[in-house]
C-alpha cells in the first residue's frame, strides 16, 4: 500500500493500517446456470491508515465475485494531515505529581 497523498507529492513514506471495520450481513452465494459459484457479498470495509510523514487516508471496499465482475472498486479518501509545516510546535518540560519533570510536546492549532 502507498500513501495516496505522498503518490500526488512525490513523497515516499511507510505506511501505517490503523482500525478497520466491517458490516456483517449475510449474502448467499450461489451457482449459475454454467456451474460457476458466485459470491455478490455486499459487506463492506474501511480502513483508517497513515503514513510516516503525516497523512491519514481511508481505504474502503467490498470483495468481488471471483467468477463476474460484480463489486465496488477500491476507494481511497485523504483525511487531514496530521503533522503540517504550519502548525507551531511548542516544547519543553512539564513539572508533574511530586516534581517529577516529563518532556512534552504541544501542537496549536489556529
Known amino acids: 500500500m502507498i500513501c495516496p497523498k505522498c ?5 515516499k513514506s511507510n505506511v501505517y493500517p490503523g482500525y478497520s471495520t466491517t ?3 449475510y ?3 450461489y451457482y449459475d446456470e454454467n456451474g460457476k459459484y458466485h459470491s455478490h457479498d455486499g ?3 474501511m480502513s483508517t491508515n497513515s503514513c510516516s510523514l503525516g497523512h491519514r487516508f481511508n481505504v474502503s471496499a ?3 465475485c471471483p ?3 460484480w463489486g465496488y472498486p477500491e476507494e481511497v ?3 487531514e494531515d496530521l503533522i503540517t509545516n504550519s502548525i507551531p510546535v511548542v516544547s519543553g518540560d512539564l513539572t508533574v505529581g511530586n516534581g517529577g519533570n516529563t518532556n512534552f510536546a504541544l501542537i496549536v492549532k489556529g
Open 77 to 79: 479518501a485523504i483525511l
Open 23 to 25: 458490516t456483517a450481513a
Open 27 to 29: 449474502y448467499s452465494p
Open 7 to 11: 503518490k500526488e507529492l512525490g513523497l
Open 62 to 64: 467490498a470483495k468481488s
Open 67 to 69: 467468477n463476474c465482475d
Open 43 to 45: 459487506n463492506s470495509r
